[in-house]
């Protein structure tokens, strides 16, 4: 049984009351649930996280990673200019599937741009919650641990 690592960035803990059109109507605690089953079902267990600060994502990468096998993230608005997040997952050693609920690619210029999806093996946008389904699908392919 692994442990997937399953960690969100600002603003996510608004999800259910932002807006529906790009982000769908889930909360927080809907998605973690749905993950937490998905995982389960294939014989994992999750460890959910989220914070508004970007040094606090990156302490829980570097206290976690050791116990972990993967990666699951969705690092709201710092996806687009954290590099320190990235250099943070890279050193996790483990693989990571980058999820956004909406199309990053259809929406602001500066969206387009994910300094973090360099550091993953996968990036999966624009399917609202079915793409955090679709992350541990894909992320189970790469467990080596
Ligand atoms: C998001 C997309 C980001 O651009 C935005 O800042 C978010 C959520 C998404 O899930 O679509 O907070 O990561």
Wanted: some cysteine.
């Amino acid at each position: 049984m692994a442990t997937i690592l399953l960690i969100h960035g600002p603003n996510l803990n608004r999800l259910g009351k932002r807006d529906a059109a790009q982000y769908g109507t889930k909360t927080l605690a809907d998605i973690e649930a749905l993950v937490a089953a998905e995982a389960q079902r294939i014989g994992h267990t999750v460890k959910a996280f989220q914070s508004n600060h970007e040094g606090a994502l990156i302490d829980f990468l570097q206290a976690e990673a050791t116990d972990a096998a993967g990666i699951i993230a969705n690092l709201g608005a710092f996806t687009h200019y954290s590099y320190a997040l990235h250099d943070a997952l890279v050193d996790t050693d483990l693989p990571c599937v980058e999820v956004h609920l909406s199309d990053i690619n259809s929406r602001e210029d500066w969206r387009k741009i994910s300094v973090t999806a360099p550091a993953c093996i996968a990036m999966i946008a624009g399917k609202k919650e079915a793409g955090y389904v679709e992350a541990v699908a894909t992320l189970q392919a790469h467990l080596t641990k």
